[in-house]
């Protein structure tokens, strides 16, 4: 990686602020526009297009991190959360994706 992450985070977030996004959008706006890269990313896949699907992971990153900013949240607090619940997590896959333990 180029640049640390936290690093890439804050001038992502500065960008945002600087463009109005984070105030002047809603929750709603920056959901739709996950979905629609989300889409862009599925498209990507199943295409094979690889540095497509590159594009697509970067630009849902950057719009989790609007959502985490309107939500006066950071993805460190989220990602950490969501570490703290998968950690000791069991299962197995099956045809591909992992399933967990009840």
Request: hydrophobic share 45%.
């Amino acid at each position: 990686m180029t640049e640390d992450l936290n690093v890439l985070v804050e001038y992502i977030a500065q960008w945002a602020e600087d463009r109005n996004i984070i105030e002047g959008s809603h929750l709603q706006a920056q959901m739709l526009k996950l979905t629609e890269e989300m889409g862009e990313l599925a498209g990507a896949i199943a295409k094979g297009r690889t540095e497509e699907a590159y594009d697509a992971v970067g630009d849902m990153m950057v719009v989790l991190i609007i959502i985490a900013k309107q939500l006066d949240t950071d993805l460190g607090k989220c990602l950490a959360g969501a570490y703290e619940e998968i950690r000791h997590r069991k299962g197995k896959m099956v045809n591909g994706v992992f399933v967990k333990e009840e």
